[in-house]
């Protein structure tokens, strides 16, 4: 789990946990924090309401959910490793998945 | 630079990842691999004479046990609504997916895309679903993520109705 903070530049205030399992790297707190991060690009600010998004690929080896909200008009960004759950439903959904093509394509044919 | 999120959506085996891995990395791949989640890769390209690096969401599938949810589109400028014209389900997921663009954010470009034009034989075109979208889609492309043909124009003709938008 990592965690980071912005400002109303949107650039990184404080930051903690295990940032380079979530696949971020060192983060530069004098650029907004979306220019570093592509998959941040469109998400912040946050405003109202949370957003959650789950099974974000961020690398070949790498599956994290994102969570962003906002708290007393600080924007909070916290990263989950979500790695194992997300490849044990890959595995499910590609034999779900395969056998419907394959049924699909059967009852065409018929 | 202008940068612009983007995204894939579609019915799940429409060729989504397919599309995207052939335009940044010039791959293919028979094999059918799903999606969980989102992936999300990232592209510069210059358009009207301006440079923007679209980035790409590549987003899970629709299929009977789930449907995109909407927090995958924050911060969307546009998308590319991808079917295959050879199973005529992609198109009634394609409609779902324009409603749902449209409910959760309003109007955004997009353009249509009819993958599998390697198979252009085994094509249904004449559904009234499809003909709708047609109307209502910025433009309508085919593309052959196999062939590599369609694909760049596909991401140009986005890139070019988001940089007019801008």
Not at chain 2, 9 to 31: H, M, P, W
Not at chain 2, 118 to 138: F, P, Q, R, Y
């Amino acid at each position: 789990m990592a965690y980071f903070c912005l400002n109303h530049d949107g650039c990184v205030d404080l930051c903690g946990g295990d940032l380079t399992q979530c696949g971020v790297g060192l983060l530069d707190n004098t650029k907004p924090v979306d220019e570093q991060l592509v998959w941040l690009t469109g998400l912040l600010p946050t405003e109202d309401k949370p957003v959650v998004i789950t099974n974000t690929q961020v690398s070949s080896s790498l599956y994290i959910d994102l969570h962003l909200f906002t708290d007393t008009d600080v924007q909070w960004v916290v990263l989950f490793d979500n790695t194992e759950a997300a490849v044990r439903l890959q595995i499910a959904q590609q034999e779900r998945l395969s056998n419907d093509i394959v049924a699909e394509r059967s009852s065409c044919s018929n | 630079m202008l940068q612009k999120k983007i995204c894939m959506l579609g019915s799940y085996a429409v060729g989504k990842t397919s599309l995207v891995r052939q335009y940044v990395d010039s791959i293919f791949s028979e094999n059918y691999t799903t999606t969980i989640g989102v992936k999300i890769d990232k592209k510069t390209l210059s358009v009207l004479d301006k440079d923007l690096s679209l980035v790409v969401w590549d987003v899970y599938g629709e299929d009977s046990h789930q449907s995109v949810v909407p927090a995958y589109l924050r911060g969307m400028s546009g998308y590319l609504l991808v079917v295959d014209p050879t199973r005529l389900s992609t198109f009634k997921s394609a409609v779902k997916l324009h409603t749902l663009v449209h409910e959760s954010m309003g109007a955004k470009p997009f353009i249509l895309v009819k993958n599998k034009s390697d198979l252009k034989e085994e094509w249904n075109t004449e559904d009234s679903d499809i003909k709708a979208l047609e109307a209502s889609a910025h433009a309508v492309m085919e593309t052959s993520a196999k062939m590599d043909t369609g694909v760049d124009a596909m991401f140009e003709s986005l890139a070019q109705a988001l940089i007019s938008e801008n």
